[in-house]
C-alpha cells in the first residue's frame, strides 16, 4: 500500500457540469476524509467517514455536493451543476481510529486540482 | 470554535539556518496536533503528529514542541536546506469535533542557497 491515491490530479469542467472524484485510502484505515483547498489557505473540512458511513458534514458542503463510501473502502466526491467558485483543490485523507475521538496520523492524497470555466 | 493562526506567513533564510515557525490555536482542548509540508500544487506530506499529552517530536532536523495549555506549537527547522523550501501547515484535531483537523494558513517558506 503506498499511500492516498486520488484520481484525476487534474481537472477542467465547464460552468454546470457534473464531476466525480475518487479516494483509494490506505487500507487499514477506517477514517476517511474530504478537504477543499483554496489559493493561501489551509485546508477546509467537508465531510468524513467512519468505514462507511458518512458521520459529519460541514456547511461548506452544499446540497450539490455528494460523497459517498461504498463497503467502508475507496470513496467519491460528487459535484453536481458546478460552479465557478468551486474551483479549488480538493483533498483526501485517512486515518486510523482509535476510540474516544482520537486518530492515528492523518495522511493525504495528492489532491484534485479542480477548475470551472 | 477553535482558530489557528501561524506566524510568519512568509520566510526567507539563508541555507544553514536554523529556523522556528509558530502556530497558536484558540482552544486547548484538542486531542492532538500534527504538522505538514506542502509543496507547490501537490498534496500534504505529514512530518510530525504531536499528542496531547506529549509535549515535544523530533524527526530528523525537525522538532515540533506543544504548550497545550498556552494553545501553542513551534516546528523548529536546523540547518535549512533549499529543499526544505515549501509552504507548512499546522493543524489540531479538537475533542469538541474531534474527527477533523483544523489548519492554519501556513507559512511559506523559502531557503537561499
Known amino acids: 500500500d503506498t499511500g492516498v491515491s486520488q484520481d484525476p490530479r487534474h481537472k477542467i469542467t465547464k460552468r454546470g457540469q457534473n464531476v466525480t472524484f475518487r479516494c483509494d485510502p490506505i487500507?487499514?484505515?477506517?477514517?476517511l476524509y474530504w478537504y477543499r483547498q483554496t489559493l493561501g489557505q489551509g485546508p477546509e473540512f467537508l465531510t468524513y467517514?467512519?468505514?462507511?458511513?458518512?458521520?459529519?458534514k460541514s456547511r461548506l458542503l452544499s446540497d450539490r455536493f455528494s460523497a459517498e463510501r461504498p463497503k467502508g473502502s475507496f470513496s467519491t466526491l460528487e459535484i453536481q451543476r458546478t460552479e465557478q467558485g468551486d474551483s479549488a483543490m480538493y483533498l483526501c485523507?485517512?486515518?486510523?481510529?482509535?476510540?474516544?475521538?482520537?486518530?492515528?496520523?492523518?495522511?493525504f492524497g495528492q489532491g484534485t486540482r479542480l477548475t470551472v470555466v | 470554535k477553535q482558530e489557528v493562526t501561524q506566524i510568519p506567513a512568509a520566510l526567507s533564510v539563508p541555507e544553514g539556518e536554523n529556523l522556528v515557525l509558530n502556530c497558536s490555536f484558540t482552544?486547548?482542548?484538542?486531542?492532538?496536533l500534527q504538522w505538514f509540508r506542502q509543496d507547490p500544487g501537490k498534496g500534504l506530506t505529514s512530518l510530525l503528529l504531536?499528542?496531547?499529552?506529549?509535549r515535544e517530536q523530533t524527526s530528523g532536523r525537525l522538532n515540533a514542541s506543544l504548550d497545550k495549555s498556552s494553545g501553542r506549537s513551534t516546528l523548529y527547522i536546523a540547518a535549512s536546506q533549499p529543499g526544505d523550501s515549501a509552504t507548512y501547515l499546522c493543524?489540531?484535531?479538537?475533542?469538541?469535533?474531534?474527527?477533523?483537523?483544523?489548519f492554519g494558513a501556513g507559512t511559506i517558506l523559502r531557503v537561499k542557497s
Open positions: 485523507a485517512s486515518s486510523l481510529s482509535l476510540g474516544g475521538g482520537m486518530n492515528t496520523e492523518a495522511f
Open positions: 487500507s487499514e484505515h477506517n477514517r
Open positions: 467517514f467512519q468505514n462507511e458511513a458518512q458521520l459529519e
Open positions: 482552544d486547548s482542548a484538542i486531542y492532538n
Open positions: 504531536i499528542q496531547s499529552s506529549q
Open positions: 493543524a489540531v484535531s479538537p475533542m469538541e469535533y474531534g474527527n477533523k483537523l483544523v
